[in-house]
């Protein structure tokens, strides 16, 4: 390899020695432009040396540019250089040639980095010759996408209005536009900022002209550099501070020694090799401080922003000397090179955080998912009329009013009289079926075919509150339906006969009390004469302890205790309210809305949510609300009657 250098401005590049002609004599400079004279270089002859051999690499102490000079041109003492980078002059102090054991102490010792306080003390000193020269770059980069994206607007938005046809769509093109000019801007401005970083002698004018020389390669490098610690972030934010010590210098190297793309991604990580921790710790303390110096004077008017625009040429400079002191201690450039199965990798790893993202949301709904079909038994078991709409979002708004009708007024009635009421009571059937005192059952019809199942048809005495408790009141558990041979038919892995389906919904019957159905599922092929007896229990869920209360839009946002029970009145608008429970929405009974005229509205639907233990329930009516009702128990009295129908029965 032959390593070609420009004297005018720095530039190098490795190139096979055979594909330099034999005659070469003059060559020009892809950066700059300018045509020097060649003088081969091979890299193989490590770096050109003395008579003795030994070569001085000797830095210069304002823009930290290297350069290796025989030690045969450097005789131990003090000399006064000009470096050959920046043009400034500097004292160089050459002490005498170590002992062998000493000197390889002391190469030992340079493969370090130095200490934070002396960088930090360096990258002043390159900050204050520097500063306006990054400065300015910066400001044209702040204020020309402003200023241009203002003219393209007065201009634009006029032309678009005055074309006629749909402004939506000659609006968006024109936002379109607005964004892909901004981020070509900030890209030219970051390029030439990053030129002038590196390059001590570059001006304004040179540094924006090789930064847009090296245009699309920044803007490639930009979008590489972010995707993938975009996607590091995605894989639980650890990866993302990891790509960002091991990427970060990508952006010099494609500078100072011309890779592109992946490949300055990956010399960069080369680089950090080794060094990842001491890197790690640099960028954090410049970081941290960063982020305390800026809240610090944040919030002084004028101040804090002046102060913004002052640090971030520090910045680069910060991290530009990092990465000057890691190349020094590795003993120069690095030689390098990578495959596009490498390149590709990286670019998967991204992807694959980006893909983590949904899978993950997935995920966490599944669980979520769950709780409201829990919730949903809960909320039918009270009575509450679920209208879930078909995609199995909220229940569409309704603007039509519609009425619905007052529940009954809650009776006042203790635990010892209920169950004396339970006991007097006595319902049957005129013909067949059980009586269980308040409640009686009865055989009503048999389905045959792949999914057999029977009807109970149940009765219930006309009991105080039943209609207030909804659904709940009465649930019937089945133990066994008996066929011949003593065989059970019973099916209690059916869908069908989970908890929420053994409950017994209710309609008024002509004699005061109350009747529903029970439909029981059977093992498949089981037919209606071999069942001989179904046995089981019927349980009565009764509230007690009843209380209502009263709330108009006045009471929204605080918190109130019903019946033992806390809530909060968390919002009521047109026709919606929410509620929130912390424990739980069992003892809620019902939840009336109602209109200005003090008249109930229809229901329209209800949906919830729970967090933290805590139940947002979401009432929606068909109406706009002006009073919302809530209806709530104590506690409930339970009371069970084991049952044996006999078919005959």
């Known amino acids: 390899m032959t390593l070609i250098c420009c004297p005018a401005c720095g530039y190098s590049k490795d190139v096979p020695a055979e594909r330099l002609p034999a005659d070469l004599s003059s060559i020009r400079c ?78 030992e010792a340079a493969g370090a980095l130095p200490p934070v306080i002396d960088l930090f003390s360096r990258s002043w000193q390159l900050y204050q ?88 390669a920044f803007g490639w490098m930009f979008f590489l550099l972010s995707f993938i610690v975009a996607g590091g972030f995605f894989l639980l934010v650890v990866p993302a501070f990891i790509f960002m010590t091991w990427f970060l ?39 941290v401080a960063v982020f305390f110096l800026t809240m610090l004077l944040g919030w002084i008017p004028w101040v804090g922003t002046l102060f913004q625009m002052l640090l971030f ?52 709904d599944v669980p979520q998912q769950f709780s409201r079909y829990k919730l949903a038994w809960q909320l039918q078991s009270r009575g509450v009329n679920l209208q879930q709409p078909a ?29 004396n009421l339970l006991r007097q009571a ?41 209609e207030l408790a909804g659904d709940t009141a009465v649930t019937v558990r089945i133990n066994q339906v008996l066929g011949d041979g003593g065989s059970n038919q019973y099916d209690p892995s059916n869908m069908l006969e989970k908890d929420f389906f053994r409950q017994v919904a209710l309609t008024p019957a002509a004699d005061g009390g109350h009747e529903g159905y029970r439909d029981v599922h059977l093992r498949p092929g089981t037919s209606a004469g071999e069942i001989s007896r179904i046995s089981g229990a019927l349980e009565l869920r009764l509230p007690l302890g009843i209380k209502t209360l009263s709330l108009t839009p006045s009471h929204m946002g605080e918190e109130f205790s019903l019946g033992g029970h806390r809530f909060a009145f968390k919002g009521m608008q047109h026709g919606t309210v929410e509620l929130d429970f912390p424990g739980g929405i069992e003892p809620l009974l019902q939840l009336v809305g109602y209109n200005s005229d003090g008249r109930p509205l229809a229901e329209a639907g209800t949906s919830w949510s729970e967090t933290n ?20 128990a104590r506690e409930f009295l339970r009371e069970e009657y084991p049952f044996e129908l006999m078919t005959g029965e």
């Open 30 to 107: 892809p950066k700059c432009q300018k045509v020097f004279a060649h003088e081969c270089r091979d890299e193989n002859a490590s770096q050109p040396r003395s008579e003795s051999g030994r070569t001085i690499l000797v830095t210069c102490p304002h823009c930290q540019d290297e350069k290796r000079i025989a030690a045969d041109r450097l005789p131990p003492g003090r000399h006064q250089l000009r470096c050959w980078q920046c043009g400034e002059s500097f004292e160089y102090l050459q002490q005498e040639p170590l002992p062998a054991n000493q000197a390889a102490v002391e190469e």
């Open 129 to 216: 010759r520097r500063v306006w020269t990054l400065l300015g770059i910066y400001l044209l980069t702040v204020l020309a996408p402003g200023f241009l994206v203002g003219i393209l607007a007065a201009v634009g938005i006029p032309l678009v209005a005055a074309a006629g046809g749909e402004p939506g769509i000659g609006i968006g093109l024109l936002g379109f536009l607005l964004i892909l000019l901004v981020a070509g801007l900030v890209t030219w401005g970051m390029s030439g900022m990053i030129v002038a970083t590196v390059d001590a002698r570059a001006g304004i004018r040179e540094a924006l002209k090789l930064g847009w020389q090296r245009f699309w």
């Open 249 to 287: 210098f990508a952006q010099y190297v494609l500078v100072d020694e011309d890779e592109r793309g992946m490949s300055a991604l990956l010399k960069s990580r080369e680089y950090v090799r080794g060094y990842f921790w001491e890197v790690l710790l640099r960028l954090l303390v410049l970081w």
């Open 313 to 364: 040429p520090f910045t680069l400079l910060y991290q530009f000397l990092v990465f000057s002191d890691i190349r020094r201690a590795r003993g120069g450039r690095l030689k390098f090179f990578c495959t596009t199965r490498q390149k590709l990798t990286w670019i998967g790893i991204a992807a694959l955080g980006f893909l983590v993202l949904p899978v993950a949301l997935w995920l966490g």
């Open 391 to 419: 995609n199995g979002n909220q229940p569409t708004e309704v603007s039509e009013e519609r009425f619905g009708l007052e529940p009954e007024a809650p009776v006042s009635i203790d635990r010892e009289e209920y169950r």
């Open 426 to 466: 006595q319902v049957g059937f005129t013909e067949g079926g059980v009586s269980l005192g308040p409640a009686a059952l009865r055989l009503d019809q048999f389905w045959e075919g792949s999914s057999p199942h029977l009807w109970l048809k149940v009765r219930v005495a006309p009991l105080p509150n039943l």
């Open 613 to 632: 233990g805590v139940t947002t329930l979401t009432g929606h009516f068909q109406g706009d609300l002006f009073t919302i009702k809530l209806i709530m």
